[in-house]
């Protein structure tokens, strides 16, 4: 089985046990979100759900438009029933690693005010230690003229190597829906308390965001290359 396929078996029953009629659904961004969003657009379809989606990037808004799913925000839905999002790495205690693709502000947001947060991955996200199967880094979202003081604390304080994150299509850096850049921290210490390290880089003045959601994850599902699916609660 390919990684799309576990991706795919992952998110299918994610949406299968937690999505139900007249709820409030949180759509994460990414690849494998691409599955659940279909998924849904099919148990809408054929079961004729009403679920109000609340989307935590740009694509994200897209995927629900294209699905002519219904598209609501927080403004009128401040409390969402469950949120299903991917994440970069997740390790023994559901710590998560999120943010890869440069939604992490908002991705945290929507998970913050869910009553759940579900992830869907494949089998290369589950880890035992965060760093052991995802090298490129937390991702810690800034705002652009405090990028280099912010770089040089977070080193100072925890080591390992940070880099501006580059854009790939366009010269410089990348750019957030919400404006902002993106450091990518690698680390080497695989043993700090992630819940201290997430509250002592948010108090930075600057940093608006860090790709770490401690104790957020209520379960997750792993598609593995024999076509099952791993659970993992909380």
Same mark, same amino acid.
């Given at each position: 089985?390919?990684?799309?396929?576990?991706?795919?078996?992952?998110?299918?029953?994610?949406? *299968?046990?937690?999505?139900?009629?007249?709820?409030?659904?949180?759509?994460?961004?990414?690849?494998?979100?691409?599955?659940?969003?279909?998924?849904?657009?099919?148990?809408?379809?054929?079961?004729?759900?009403?679920?109000? &989606?609340?989307?935590?990037?740009?694509?994200?808004?897209?995927?629900?438009?294209?699905?002519?799913?219904?598209?609501?925000?927080?403004?009128?839905?401040?409390?969402?029933?469950?949120?299903?999002?991917?994440?970069?790495?997740?390790?023994?205690?559901?710590?998560?690693?999120?943010?890869?693709?440069? &939604?992490?502000?908002?991705?945290? %947001?929507?998970?913050?005010?869910?009553?759940?947060?579900?992830?869907?991955?494949?089998?290369?996200?589950?880890?035992?230690?965060?760093? *052991?199967?995802?090298?490129?880094?937390?991702?810690?979202?800034? %705002?652009?003229?405090?990028?280099?003081?912010?770089?040089?604390?977070?080193?100072?304080?925890?080591?390992? *190597?940070?880099?501006?994150?580059?854009?790939?299509?366009?010269?410089?850096?990348?750019?957030? *829906?919400?404006?902002?850049? %993106?450091?990518?921290?690698?680390?080497?210490?695989?043993?700090?308390?992630?819940?201290?390290?997430?509250?002592?880089?948010?108090?930075?003045?600057?940093?608006?965001?860090?790709?770490?959601?401690?104790?957020? &994850?209520?379960?997750?599902?792993?598609?593995?290359?024999?076509?099952?699916?791993?659970?993992?609660?909380?």
């Amino acid at each position: 089985m390919s990684l799309e396929q576990a991706k795919q078996v992952a998110a299918y029953r994610a949406v *299968d046990e937690f999505v139900t009629d007249n709820c409030i659904f949180g759509v994460g961004s990414g690849s494998t979100v691409v599955y659940a969003v279909q998924r849904l657009a099919e148990r809408v379809e054929s079961e004729n759900l009403k679920v109000t &989606c609340i989307p935590t990037s740009f694509q994200a808004k897209q995927l629900i438009i294209k699905h002519n799913l219904k598209l609501g925000e927080l403004d009128t839905n401040p409390i969402i029933d469950v949120t299903i999002d991917g994440a970069d790495e997740v390790d023994s205690n559901m710590t998560l690693i999120k943010g890869g693709g440069g &939604c992490l502000l908002q991705e945290k %947001i929507i998970a913050s005010f869910s009553k759940k947060l579900i992830v869907i991955a494949d089998y290369t996200k589950d880890s035992v230690k965060l760093g *052991d199967r995802y090298k490129k880094g937390i991702p810690i979202e800034v %705002i652009p003229m405090a990028y280099v003081p912010i770089k040089n604390k977070i080193m100072a304080m925890y080591g390992g *190597d940070i880099k501006l994150r580059s854009a790939i299509a366009k010269a410089g850096p990348v750019v957030t *829906d919400n404006g902002n850049f %993106i450091l990518d921290w690698v680390f080497t210490n695989q043993d700090l308390d992630w819940e201290k390290v997430n509250a002592a880089i948010k108090m930075i003045p600057g940093v608006v965001e860090i790709g770490l959601f401690v104790k957020m &994850c209520h379960k997750a599902y792993f598609g593995q290359p024999e076509g099952n699916v791993v659970e993992r609660f909380n």
